[in-house]
Structure formats: structure tokens, C-alpha cells
């Protein structure tokens, strides 16, 4: 399979391992929630990579759907590259913006996408897929780092979303009206599409030329490419003329599937009996819905200056200008396709808040309850894409549409980041993450697996069970407790009888001789250096 080489990728091929968790500091006068809380829709402001990094340990494999819309790297749009990577080369694009003069701009590019790619596909479900928006400045460099990170063998679709609907006559070639959607799913064999609803159009292209009494139907090619025994047969037409397979194709049916198929009036040789046979398709009999396409029209999905219509409607009081915002109905498209009533969707390029508002909507359609997690690092991250959220749930008297005029249900929970969660912080105790930062931090680095707070009893000092191990985290963000505290004989017989699974305790120190551990059923991991010795 071809690579991609291109300046900085041997520094930050590995460099999503090396970002640092971060805590999640829940933001309650920016939420509209009754509970700030993890398991919330989420709007997270900061970073995008680092932020990705503090979800892995609650939301790992859990993603069913992935859309981003990340910079096109246009050479206009000044984004600036900010990764700390441990290079001095890298060091040096720190900070600067990339603009169209950069003779290093798509390899700042490529840089700044692979580690990002790289923890979406690990909070991607197995059977979840991860749709891009693009244009042609990135999308053939995008493609073969999409097929390195996800597999060649896992890519789905290069959509085409016609995101204009007229000819710009100042352009110098050729007027650009779409952009690129790549869709790649996390393992092909187990992801498959949702059919879309039949409409109008689709229902009109079937026909009842002959009057059948089974009503409207069309015709299907009744050739294969496929070779089987008793698949090449000639075929006799009411007019008398006779066909056979064109070389190297076969009839679909076989003999007697063929006979049977006729004898029904399922064959259909034209007006006057003497074309190529086709395979009668009845309406009433056809799949209820349709399999998705790679064209997508704006008439169908929307265009960018209906998505800048829609952000202005919410913004009246304070009209806002983005270049290209995407329509609503191009991300309910998605989410129909990827999506059912219970998955959870996630936006780590945020911009304006499209997805999450696509999300409440689809969630209104059809009594669904999918959930949102949108990260956004700039400074709007407050203003405009949680605001835009804020208004569509409260509703906004002004709107035409009813939906929005009376307040779609729904509510997030806002974050910011917070620290770094820092093994040499820990030992100092200069700096002390709140208990379900940690516990969350432990429990993933230690298991492999996603951890949920719901099963935290932080009485006992219990942050839930593994595959393998129930896990105990003696700690409190408090340094006098962190030097006084650990495992003792009354803790472990505390703990009560045990099960199948062993007893991991995490603490800063321990009194017990292996002895005890073992009729316990416990193994004891020291604050903080053995975070990192267990996985599974």
C-alpha cells in the first residue's frame, strides 16, 4: 500500500501517545443542564487534541459516528499549528500562521491532522464510521493518511456534496461547487449504512407501462458478472427473438429461477416484446427506504449560504460571519446514515455548533436520544457554539420554524480543560487533581477500558471493575492524607469476600506482606509510579 511521507511525520507519528490527560473542569453557568456531568451532551472548550485525549478514558470505543470539518488549508483561512512536539524543527512552527505563502503548509497540515486521527479512531466503536469534510487543496493528501491510520480496506465513500448552487464569474478556471465528504469506517465488515427515506422522486421513476395489476414497478438489469453452473442459458422473447448473456456476463437468475420469474409476469421485454429481458421491481415490494448515494445535491441537503441563512436566523441580534458554515440538513443526512436512536456523535472541529443542533433535531424526528460531544478551541467555543445550543433548546420566539420557535429538548454540559495530570505533580504535591479526575485517569490507564462514574462509590474508595480486576483508588487531593494513608489489614478486610475478579489497589504505600495480599485477592499498585504497569 502507498505511504505518505512528509516533513515531521517520523516526530509525530507516536505523539498522540506522549500528549498528557488533562482534567475536565465543568463549567455550570455555561451548561444548561440540572447536573454537569460527563455523561451529558458535551461541548468541551480547548484544544481539540489534547481534549480528545482527557475523553479517552470514559468514552473509548464508544463513538458511533465521527463528523469533523476541519481547516481546508486553503492558504486564507490563518490557522495556526500548536502542537507541542518534542522537535526543534517543530518548535519552530509553533504559533505561526499558515497562510498561503507557506512552502511548509501541508505538511503543518498532515502533522496536525495524523495524532488527531489516530485517538478518533480509538474512541470510535467498531462498528462506527468517521465522515470528513474537505476540498481539493487536502483531500488526496487526506485520503492516503485516512487509509495508513484506518486501513485502505476500511475506506466507504468519497461523497460529493454540492455545497453551491451558481457559477462565481470572477474565477479565473473553473468554478468549485463541492466539496468532499471521506467516509471510513472503523471496521468495514461490521458497519453498514441506514437506508434513507423513499421520497417522491424516487417513488416516481417506477411505472406501470403495461398496466400490471401489481401496480408501479421498473425494470433491473437481469446480467451478472458472477459465474455459475446453469447461469448461461438463451432466452426466447415474445417477438420471437432470442438473447443470450453478453460475453463475459451471465443471467442473474437461473434456469428455473428464470421460468419462474416469467410465468409470474415478473419479465419485462418492452413495449413490443423484443428487447433484452429486464426483472420486474414492484413498488409495494421494494425495501422501505434507499441505499445512500455519492452525489449529494443541495436541493437534498443543503448549501452554504442556507447554512449561513440558518446561523444568521439564531444570531439576529448579532449577525454572524463564517465562510462556510454547513447546513443542517447535510448533518442530519449523516446522522441518518450512521446513526440510530441511542448512539452517540462527536464533533471535535465544532465551528458554529451545526452537529449538535442536527442531533436535537433528528433526536425530536424520530423520540430519539442521541448524544452530542462537540470540542471547539477557539475562543467563540462559549459565545457562539454553545450559544447557538442555548438557543435552540430555550427556542427563539422569532423563528418561522415551529421546532425552533418553541424550544428543542435537550442539554449539554460545558467543560474547559484543565491541568495536565502529571505523575512528577503527583509525587510533589504541587498539584492534586480532584478524586474522579484521577479515578478517571487510573481506571483507563491501568484497564484499557472506559471508565463510569456511575459505579464510583468513593466512600470505599471503589472506581469500578474491569475485565480482570475490581479497582481501588486510596487517594484523596490532599498531601498530610497522601503520606499517612494505605494499605492495611482493616481496608482489605473491609473490602468484603471477593469474586472472579482480582482486587487492584492503587495507593500511596502498603502494610501488608504478600501473605495477606494473596488471601485477600488483592495486588497492590504504589501512587503514582505503577499507574502504567497493568492493561487488561
Request: charged content about 25%.
Amino acid at each position: 500500500m502507498p505511504t505518505l511521507n512528509f516533513k515531521g511525520k517520523t516526530f509525530v507519528q507516536n505523539h498522540h501517545l506522549t500528549v498528557p490527560y488533562h482534567e475536565l473542569i465543568p463549567q455550570p453557568d455555561k451548561s444548561v443542564s440540572d447536573e454537569v456531568r460527563l455523561d451529558d451532551n458535551l461541548i468541551i472548550h480547548g484544544d481539540n487534541l489534547v481534549a480528545l485525549k482527557a475523553l479517552l478514558p470514559v468514552y473509548a470505543e464508544k463513538i458511533k459516528c465521527i463528523y469533523i470539518d476541519p481547516p481546508y488549508n486553503t492558504g486564507t483561512e490563518h490557522w495556526v499549528y500548536n502542537d507541542n512536539v518534542n522537535s526543534p524543527m517543530m518548535q519552530e512552527w509553533l504559533g505561526g500562521i499558515v497562510d498561503r505563502d507557506d512552502l511548509t503548509r501541508h505538511d503543518k497540515w498532515l502533522c496536525m491532522m495524523m495524532p488527531r486521527l489516530q485517538i478518533l479512531r480509538e474512541l470510535l466503536r467498531e462498528d462506527g464510521a468517521i465522515f470528513i469534510s474537505i476540498d481539493d487543496n487536502e483531500v488526496h493528501h487526506l485520503r492516503v493518511i485516512m487509509d495508513d491510520i484506518f486501513g485502505e480496506k476500511n475506506f466507504v465513500a468519497n461523497i460529493i456534496w454540492e455545497k453551491k448552487f451558481s457559477p462565481q464569474n470572477d474565477e479565473k478556471y473553473l468554478t468549485s461547487t463541492h466539496d468532499h465528504i471521506l467516509l471510513y469506517a472503523k471496521d468495514k465488515e461490521q458497519w453498514s449504512p441506514n437506508l434513507l427515506q423513499r421520497t417522491d422522486e424516487a417513488n416516481e421513476r417506477f411505472k406501470n407501462p403495461d398496466n400490471d395489476p401489481r401496480g408501479p414497478w421498473s425494470s433491473g438489469d437481469m446480467t451478472s458478472k458472477t459465474k455459475a453452473k446453469g447461469h448461461s442459458y438463451p432466452i426466447t422473447s415474445p417477438s420471437g427473438k432470442v438473447f443470450i448473456p453478453p460475453t463475459g456476463r451471465q443471467w442473474a437468475p437461473s434456469k428455473e429461477t428464470f421460468d419462474q420469474l416469467e410465468a409470474e409476469g415478473r419479465i419485462w421485454y418492452g413495449e413490443k416484446g423484443e428487447n433484452v429481458p429486464r426483472i420486474k421491481q414492484f413498488l409495494s415490494e421494494v425495501q422501505q427506504g434507499i441505499v445512500p448515494m455519492t452525489i449529494w445535491k443541495h436541493a437534498e441537503v443543503g448549501h452554504n449560504q442556507e447554512a449561513k441563512q440558518e446561523l444568521n436566523a439564531i444570531f439576529k441580534d448579532n449577525p454572524i460571519d463564517f465562510d462556510t458554515p454547513k447546513p443542517r440538513r447535510l448533518l442530519k443526512r449523516i446522522l441518518q446514515i450512521a446513526t440510530g436512536p441511542n448512539d452517540l456523535i462527536l464533533d471535535s472541529f465544532a465551528g458554529t455548533g451545526t452537529t449538535a443542533q442536527a442531533v436535537l433535531e433528528i433526536n425530536e424526528e424520530d423520540q430519539g436520544h442521541r448524544k452530542f460531544i462537540l470540542v471547539e478551541m477557539e475562543e467563540y467555543a462559549n459565545d457562539i457554539t454553545a450559544e447557538r445550543i442555548r438557543r435552540v433548546i430555550r427556542g427563539i420566539p422569532s423563528s418561522r420554524d415551529d421546532g425552533l420557535k418553541n424550544g428543542l429538548n435537550g442539554s449539554f454540559s460545558f467543560f474547559e480543560l484543565g491541568e495536565a495530570i502529571d505523575v512528577n505533580s503527583l509525587i510533589s504535591g504541587e498539584k492534586l487533581p480532584p478524586y474522579m479526575e484521577l479515578a478517571r485517569y487510573v481506571f483507563y490507564t491501568a484497564t484499557g477500558e472506559a471508565f463510569d462514574s456511575i459505579e464510583v462509590d468513593e466512600s470505599r474508595y471503589y472506581i469500578g471493575s474491569s475485565a480482570h480486576y475490581e479497582v481501588y483508588l486510596l487517594y484523596q487531593p490532599n498531601l498530610s492524607f497522601l503520606k499517612s494513608t494505605a494499605l492495611n489489614l482493616e481496608f482489605a478486610e473491609s473490602m468484603g469476600p471477593y469474586g472472579n475478579r482480582k482486587r487492584l489497589v492503587f495507593a500511596p504505600m502498603k502494610y501488608l506482606d504478600e501473605h495477606y495480599l494473596e488471601k485477600y485477592y488483592i495486588e497492590f499498585a504504589q501512587l503514582p509510579y505503577e499507574i502504567y504497569r497493568f492493561k487488561g
